[in-house]
């Protein structure tokens, strides 16, 4: 912390420190649900492995669970805002339990290609191609 | 203790939290460390007697009782050894992620009313929870050390301890469901009184549950005859074998600490938590309220008795351990899914059922009634906030005869 | 030498500890994201996913979801367990290590996953009242509440600004659903994956039949895959 601390300019001193000291807000979690669900979009646009592919999909599941709670949660609630309330915690759940349903099949319709193609790699499912 | 530092010493707020963070974490480090240190010991020892032998005599005087020591400077001493095609910066964190693992659920593991680190909502939730990423390391270290031993002892141990998870979360439930609340302290308090208030005895089913209990955390820890991920006769060590030195010792005290760990969590769920056999502090007079003085020594007690319970379970693992031989991976399977899982869910029922039959207890002042029980839903910690006690109902009822519309909806 | 350096900027005492755990998490969570991006070796990328569902569990705890972290670290971490346990099996061979992605198709991703931030930030930081730092202090948060809400009775407080508590109903229908859900996806998982007997060899019994000991091992490991998918998809 203090390496990074010593290594930005000192331009972003009053920045960091701002950050500390100050109460976290919904828009700091809707950062990282975004920062989160960018990455997810990225790795599935990117990677052929089919392996990479599921994981960018559970990347961005994660991001819009990150925005969920941060909606839902009464901690993080400004003055005046409205709130989910318990409604997102429970989309939340619901979320994460399909996300493992989705890895599960995603996983067994991997290893049948795997079987078939000796390889995840998914530009050669192409026995459809006309 | 913040309160404390806040008050007394006159600290800043931040500093105090700071100070009181630190003092706890080098606590729970320290039960570890200093737990390991001790099981090793009692270990070489057990083993010993069990095989007719004396074990370490010697090192620091009559029982060799600083073997362990003496172990942990040699460990200090040894050369850490990397294998050529590892894949290096795995095969370095690896021990360290089994590790954290480990210390990470002892954060919400109460060792008395108020010794806790970190009093959570979803105790025990997150104590199973964070016990099941320690298996990462493992799988990690297989796999980074480019051997063939370590990555056959990471698959197996893969499978093993994802397996043993079901049957384990269900043994879980049951003391959740008996008092209500997922919050680890909550659950000892509902076990205070006479032994009889123990969930071991609240009814046959959990008596049964309890030993699935113990099965499955000796699988889900990796002791024999479960070790099958280290199994030296045939994988020569397992998903340790590329390590050596501080790394290695650090897988050690990994397994030592979740040993400590499930016997804790099976104390308190199921064996009283620091309530002893005989309500003695109640006995004697002493009870909430009694002074700071009078608490702290009965939670001190309290501490040390947990502390017991804990260590008799560790060395009922090695007793265990040096008693049986190792099962084959498709017995440890069969063991897991033909008998564990549907043992576990047929003792769940039936400790339900047995809530809805024998509401007020077989047997009249030795079980608890099944109103408290009903009351620790509405009230304390976890539970809704007393002031809302009375419109529950109501809104209940709005809300039963709606979802009775919306289900209506369905065909 | 940090103290030194903010203590000249703002007093020392109004360090919020919540503050600085949550920017621990958040830088964790969103490097280890974009980790998962950079990184060519599956099982890297495993690990960083790993890393970045945890301290998304952490950044749960912070924001008093306790019940929705424990589950994330619990069932996020049972399945990223398998997705690594599949990208050992399936990869293990030397040419399947890794799969790599050209130059240009990385600058291509990165200029449109820019964008994509650029808006999304854009939503984020536009509506003002989101902006606005935490003022509530509130009670523990409780598992029961939404225990009760899954059983289909709502018995939390109505969240501030919504009046009608008329159309506030809880969740036992979508909770049936999942339930039936995950049973069918367990037992279908388990059909996809079963082990098949056929008379003519696979393609990849045919590509591994110059090394004889992974056959063994990726036959071992894929005996108790079924298992495992089952475990998964809990």
Redesign the interface.
């Given at each position: 912390?203090?390496l990074l601390?010593?290594g930005l300019p000192v331009a972003a001193?009053?920045l960091?420190?701002?950050?500390?000291?100050?109460?976290?807000?919904?828009?700091?979690?809707?950062?990282?649900?975004?920062?989160?669900?960018?990455?997810?979009?990225?790795?599935m646009?990117?990677?052929?492995?089919a392996?990479?592919v599921?994981?960018?999909i559970?990347?961005v599941l994660?991001g819009a669970?990150?925005n969920f709670?941060?909606f839902?949660?009464?901690?993080?609630?400004?003055?005046?805002?409205?709130?989910?309330?318990?409604d997102g915690?429970?989309i939340?759940?619901?979320v994460?339990?399909?996300?493992?349903?989705e890895?599960?099949?995603a996983?067994?319709?991997?290893?049948?290609f795997?079987?078939?193609?000796?390889?995840?790699?998914i530009d050669r499912a192409e026995d459809l191609k006309g | 203790m913040a309160d404390f530092l806040i008050n007394t010493v006159g600290l800043?707020?931040?500093l105090a939290?700071?100070i009181t963070a630190f003092v706890a974490a080098a606590l729970i480090l320290n039960v570890i460390a200093g737990g390991a240190l001790v099981f090793i010991w009692a270990e070489r020892k057990i083993a010993a007697r069990i095989q007719d032998r004396l074990g370490p005599t010697r090192t620091g005087g009559r029982f060799g009782w600083l073997q362990s020591l003496a172990d942990g400077i040699k460990l200090l001493a040894k050369e850490d050894l990397m294998p050529e095609g590892a894949?290096g910066?795995?095969f370095r964190l690896a021990p360290y992620i089994s590790f954290c693992a480990s210390f990470c659920a002892f954060i919400a593991l109460p060792f008395a009313f108020d010794f806790v680190g970190q009093r959570?909502?979803?105790g025990v939730?997150?104590v199973?929870?964070?016990l099941?990423?320690e298996?990462?390391g493992v799988?990690?270290a297989g796999?980074?050390s480019a051997s063939?031993w370590s990555?056959?002892g990471?698959?197996?141990e893969?499978?093993q301890v994802?397996?043993y998870?079901?049957p384990l979360g269900m043994c879980v439930v049951v003391p959740v469901m008996l008092a209500g609340?997922?919050d680890l302290v909550t659950i000892a308090e509902k076990q205070a009184g006479w032994i009889t208030n123990w969930y071991l005895f609240h009814d046959p089913f959990t008596f049964v549950i309890f030993w699935v209990y113990v099965t499955c955390a000796v699988a889900s820890v990796n002791r024999a005859p479960f070790d099958l991920a280290e199994a030296e006769s045939e994988l020569v060590a397992g998903f340790h074998t590329e390590y050596s030195g501080l790394r290695w010792s650090f897988f050690f005290m990994a397994e030592y600490g979740s040993m400590f760990l499930v016997s804790a969590l099976a104390a308190l769920l199921f064996l009283g938590g620091w309530n002893g056999p005989i309500p003695v502090a109640t006995l004697a007079g002493l009870s909430e309220g009694t002074g700071d003085t009078a608490n702290y020594f009965v939670r001190l007690i309290g501490c040390g008795n947990l502390l017991l319970k804990a260590t008799l379970g560790v060395l009922l693992m090695m007793w265990v351990r040096w008693t049986l031989p190792r099962l084959r991976?498709d017995q440890v399977?069969t063991t897991c899914?033909k008998y564990c899982t549907p043992i576990a869910a047929a003792m769940f029922a039936g400790a339900m059922l047995w809530q809805l039959a024998f509401p007020g207890g077989v047997v009249r002042g030795l079980s608890r009634p099944a109103g408290e029980i009903r009351e620790g839903?509405l009230e304390g910690?976890?539970?809704?906030?007393p002031g809302?006690r009375e419109p529950?109902p109501q809104?209940?009822a709005a809300?039963?005869m709606?979802?009775q519309e919306?289900?209506q909806v369905?065909p | 030498?940090?103290t030194t350096?903010?203590a000249s900027?703002?007093p020392?005492?109004?360090?919020?500890?919540?503050?600085?755990l949550?920017?621990l998490f958040?830088a964790v969570?969103?490097a280890c994201?974009?980790a998962?991006?950079l990184a060519e070796?599956?099982?890297?990328?495993?690990?960083y996913?790993?890393l970045?569902?945890?301290a998304?569990a952490g950044?749960?705890f912070?924001?008093?979801?306790?019940?929705?972290g424990?589950?994330?670290?619990?069932?996020?971490?049972?399945?990223?367990?398998?997705?690594?346990?599949?990208?050992?099996?399936?990869?293990a061979q030397a040419p399947?290590v890794a799969?790599?992605?050209s130059s240009s198709?990385?600058v291509l991703?990165?200029m449109?996953?820019a964008a994509?931030?650029a808006v999304?930030?854009q939503a984020?930081?536009r509506v003002e009242?989101?902006?606005?730092?935490?003022?509530?202090a509130?009670?523990?948060?409780?598992?029961?509440?939404?225990g009760?809400?899954?059983l289909?009775?709502?018995?939390?407080?109505?969240?501030?600004?919504?009046p009608a508590a008329a159309v506030r109903?809880?969740?036992?229908?979508?909770f049936e659903i999942?339930s039936i859900?995950?049973l069918v996806?367990?037992v279908?998982?388990?059909y996809?994956?079963r082990a098949?007997r056929r008379r003519t060899p696979?393609?990849?019994d045919?590509?591994?039949s110059s090394v004889g000991?992974v056959v063994t091992?990726r036959q071992?490991?894929?005996s108790?895959?079924s298992?495992?998918?089952?475990?998964?998809?809990?």
């Open positions: 912390m203090s601390a010593a001193v009053p960091v420190a701002g950050l500390l000291s100050s109460p976290v807000g919904v828009a700091h979690y809707l950062v990282v649900g975004a920062i989160l669900f960018t990455a997810g979009v990225v790795c646009a990117l990677k052929r492995n392996l990479g599921l994981m960018g559970e990347l994660n669970n990150v709670v941060a839902s949660s009464p901690y993080l609630r400004g003055e005046g805002a409205a709130s989910l309330g318990l915690q429970i939340a759940l619901f994460i339990l399909l996300a493992a349903a890895a599960a099949v996983l067994a319709i991997t290893l049948n795997y079987n078939n193609h000796a390889t995840v790699d | 800043p707020e931040w939290w700071t894949d910066m795995l959570l909502n979803v939730f997150f199973v929870a964070v099941g990423l298996v990462f799988i990690l796999y980074a063939k990555l056959f990471a698959m197996r893969a499978a994802v397996s998870e079901v609340s997922m991976i399977m899914l839903w910690p976890g539970g809704l906030s809302r529950v809104v209940g809300g039963g709606e979802s919306v289900v369905v | 030498m940090m350096v903010l900027v703002m020392v005492a109004a360090i919020n500890w919540h503050s600085v949550f920017l958040a969570a969103c994201a974009v998962v991006v070796n599956v099982v890297r990328m495993a690990f996913l790993v970045s569902l945890a998304t950044l749960f912070l924001a008093g979801a306790e019940f929705v424990a589950m994330q670290l619990m069932i996020y971490v049972g399945g990223t367990l398998v997705l690594l346990v599949f990208g050992v099996m399936l990869t399947f799969i790599k992605t198709d990385r991703a990165g449109v996953g994509l931030l999304l930030l984020a930081f009242p989101w902006r606005r730092p935490a003022t509530a509130v009670a523990a948060p409780a598992a029961t509440p939404i009760m809400a899954l289909g009775v709502r018995a939390d407080e109505p969240a501030a600004g919504v109903s809880g969740y036992l229908l979508p999942v859900h995950l996806v367990l279908g998982a388990a996809l994956a098949k696979r393609a990849i045919v590509a591994a000991p091992a071992a490991a894929r108790s895959a298992a495992l998918v089952s475990g998964g998809g809990r």
